[in-house]
């Protein structure tokens, strides 16, 4: 069965760190370049971040430059979105996902998605 299992969210205080996992089953992650997306409750899905897969390239959302690192370890066929100084606004759950093509992940058109971790940020 295909699968992408995020894991990693959860509660953090403000100006906290998590590191979100995305682990890709049934299939091997090196030809898909994979994002990062967000959605909170009434708001609309964000693009977070993407990387390529040669992990050559990569995206970033301004409201996150600075802040979020993503990353991908294809022998361990897992892609990670490291994220720090976190604030309530980065509150949201969270989604990878993936496609052959760089540029629909980056438009937010990825084929495939993961089921998604909650973040939770606040005092």
């Known amino acids: 069965q295909l699968q992408l299992v995020e894991s990693g969210g959860g509660w953090v205080q403000p100006g906290g760190s998590l590191r979100l996992s995305c682990a890709a089953s049934?299939?091997?992650?090196?030809?898909?370049?994979i994002g990062w997306f967000r959605q909170a409750p009434g708001k609309e899905r964000e693009g977070v971040a993407c990387?390529?897969?040669?992990?050559?390239?990569?995206y970033y959302a301004d409201s996150v430059k600075g802040r979020f690192t993503i990353s991908r370890d294809n022998a361990k066929n897992t892609v990670y979105l490291q994220m720090n100084s976190l604030k309530p606004e980065d509150a949201a759950g969270y989604y990878c996902?993936?496609?052959?093509?760089?540029?629909?992940?980056?438009?937010?058109?990825?084929?495939?998605w993961g089921q998604g971790t909650q973040v939770t940020v606040s005092s």
């Open positions: 990387i390529s897969s040669s992990g050559g390239e990569t």
């Open positions: 049934g299939f091997t992650l090196d030809y898909y370049a």
């Open positions: 996902a993936i496609d052959r093509d760089y540029q629909e992940v980056v438009a937010g058109l990825p084929d495939f």
